[in-house]
């Protein structure tokens, strides 16, 4: 409680993000061991110091704040009261409706992480009911903070908007190196150099764009300007579709994201257990 973030519990604490989260909190100093409670179905995980239970309702009863990170289909069958605590979902498709009338809980926040939380590169949209007051959505916003950077959002409909925009992480540069990696080596360059020159523009040469003030429109035009290799390059690539394609992926990612929602609303209700 020393950093008056409280008591935090993470149910699922041992999947991908729930670790992530519970050892950036420890790393961090944002939580102490003794305030961190994990969940799984075994009752035990890799995680030293914590305590590690099955029972997510004994979890609920040692935390202030309690993370959701089971998979949706897995919270379908997961049983939980959250009574007064906050309670923090980084599950997909499955809504602030569904979460109260599953839990019970008032003060819902839900947030779309991604799998660069394990390196701290993550940034987490979050939403939050207007029971969450301001003292509490700082301590999410801490919490968030740990493995990279957040932001709140106006309404939760954009939830499910950022679920594909920034909750697919690393996937649509991966499928950029993908691409390139296979046009390369098509070409004849060697497999291993085509990787190593792809990976290094991807994950790279991109970090200009992390550069305070950096714009993707003024880098564009300022390579685009020498018209030359990469003015032929870009204005191919924009002449064939290629923001218009990104944009119907996007679009392809929130349609799925309501269907999800659609899918765990109306799956009955627990919240008085
Ligand atoms: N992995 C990603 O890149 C992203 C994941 N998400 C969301 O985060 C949530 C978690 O995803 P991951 O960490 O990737 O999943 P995961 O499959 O790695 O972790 C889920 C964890 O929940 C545990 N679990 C299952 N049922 C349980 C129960 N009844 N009680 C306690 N623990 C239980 C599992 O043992 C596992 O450790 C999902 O709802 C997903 O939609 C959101 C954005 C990105
Ligand atoms: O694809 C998914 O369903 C998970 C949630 C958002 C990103 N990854």
Same mark, same amino acid.
């Given at each position: 409680?020393?950093?008056?973030?409280?008591?935090?519990?993470?149910?699922?604490?041992?999947?991908?993000?729930?670790?992530?989260?519970?050892?950036?909190?420890?790393?961090?100093?944002?939580?102490?061991?003794?305030?961190?409670?994990?969940?799984?179905?075994?009752?035990?995980?890799?995680?030293?110091?914590?305590?590690?239970?099955?029972?997510?309702?004994? +979890?609920?009863?040692?935390? $202030?704040?309690?993370?959701?990170?089971?998979?949706?289909?897995?919270?379908?069958?997961?049983?939980?009261?959250?009574?007064?605590?906050?309670?923090?979902?980084?599950?997909?498709?499955?809504?602030?409706?569904?979460?109260?009338?599953?839990?019970?809980?008032?003060?819902?926040?839900?947030?779309?992480?991604?799998?660069?939380?394990?390196?701290?590169?993550?940034?987490?949209?979050?939403?939050?009911?207007?029971?969450?007051?301001?003292?509490?959505?700082?301590?999410?916003?801490?919490?968030?903070?740990?493995?990279?950077?957040?932001?709140?959002?106006?309404?939760?409909?954009?939830? $499910?908007?950022?679920?594909?925009?920034?909750?697919?992480?690393?996937?649509?540069?991966?499928?950029?190196?993908?691409?390139?990696?296979?046009?390369?080596?098509?070409?004849?360059?060697?497999?291993?150099?085509?990787?190593?020159?792809?990976?290094?523009?991807?994950?790279?040469?991109?970090?200009?764009?992390?550069?305070? $003030?950096?714009?993707?429109?003024?880098?564009?035009?300022? +390579?685009?300007?020498?018209?030359?290799?990469?003015?032929? +390059?870009?204005?191919?690539?924009?002449?064939?579709?290629?923001?218009?394609?990104?944009?119907?992926?996007?679009?392809?990612?929130?349609?799925?994201?309501?269907?999800?929602?659609?899918?765990?609303?109306?799956?009955?209700?627990?919240? $008085?257990?």
């Amino acid at each position: 409680m020393a950093t008056g973030i409280g008591r935090i519990g993470i149910i699922g604490g041992s999947g991908w993000l729930g670790a992530a989260f519970a050892q950036a909190f420890l790393e961090k100093g944002l939580v102490a061991p003794e305030a961190l409670t994990l969940s799984n179905r075994t009752g035990s995980g890799p995680i030293a110091g914590v305590t590690w239970t099955s029972d997510n309702q004994a +979890l609920v009863e040692r935390s $202030d704040i309690v993370i959701l990170s089971v998979r949706p289909e897995q919270f379908l069958d997961l049983s939980m009261a959250a009574g007064d605590r906050v309670l923090l979902s980084f599950m997909a498709g499955v809504t602030i409706e569904t979460l109260r009338a599953r839990t019970g809980a008032r003060r819902i926040v839900r947030t779309m992480p991604n799998a660069a939380a394990t390196i701290g590169a993550c940034f987490t949209p979050w939403f939050a009911t207007p029971e969450v007051g301001p003292d509490d959505k700082a301590r999410v916003q801490a919490l968030l903070e740990a493995c990279g950077s957040a932001g709140e959002l106006g309404s939760e409909d954009e939830i $499910d908007y950022v679920s594909g925009f920034t909750g697919a992480g690393p996937a649509l540069p991966a499928l950029l190196a993908r691409a390139m990696i296979q046009h390369a080596t098509a070409r004849g360059l060697p497999p291993a150099l085509a990787r190593q020159a792809a990976l290094s523009v991807v994950t790279g040469a991109a970090q200009l764009l992390a550069e305070k $003030d950096a714009d993707p429109s003024a880098i564009m035009d300022a +390579l685009i300007g020498y018209r030359g290799i990469t003015a032929a +390059l870009l204005e191919t690539a924009m002449a064939g579709g290629f923001e218009s394609l990104i944009g119907t992926a996007l679009a392809a990612g929130e349609a799925r994201a309501r269907e999800m929602s659609a899918r765990s609303a109306g799956s009955g209700g627990n919240g $008085d257990a």
